[in-house]
Nanobody, 113 residues
Framework: QEQFVESGGGLVQPGGSLRLSCTPS????????MTWHRQPPGKAREWVAT???????FYTDSVKGRSIGSRDDAKNTLYLQMDNLTPDDTAVYYC???????WGQGTQVTVSS
């Protein structure tokens, strides 16, 4: 059974940084395309980034240039480094295996002064 456990969120001031982590289980992490998503308060969940096996990445325009997605296959862990955070980044952040319909609990990111 696939599971996704996100961590690393918190309250941060505008301009600050956070590194989110995701530790999935129930499948072979090394072989899978992994994605980050977020759900802002009162809005639908949206795609944020994709991290391919081997490390290639794609980002939504709103985080491009200030976010870095990465993976450590030895640790079975997915990361999302986010810099220069703004209040618009406030959301619950989720990771997922591409094509999965399972979601974890997510990790809350709140950007506020």
């Amino acid at each position: 059974q696939e599971q996704f456990v996100e961590s690393g969120g918190g309250l941060v001031q505008p301009g600050g940084s956070l590194r989110l982590s995701c530790t999935p289980s129930g499948f072979s992490f090394t072989d899978e395309i992994m994605t980050w998503h977020r759900q802002p308060p009162g809005k639908a969940r949206e795609w944020v980034a994709t991290v391919f096996p081997g490390g290639a990445t794609f980002y939504t325009d709103s985080v491009k240039g200030r976010s870095i997605g990465s993976r450590d296959d030895a640790k079975n862990t997915l990361y999302l480094q986010m810099d220069n955070l703004t209040p618009d980044d406030t959301a619950v952040y989720y990771c997922q295996k591409h094509g999965s319909t399972t979601w974890g609990q997510g990790t809350q990111v709140t950007v506020s002064s």
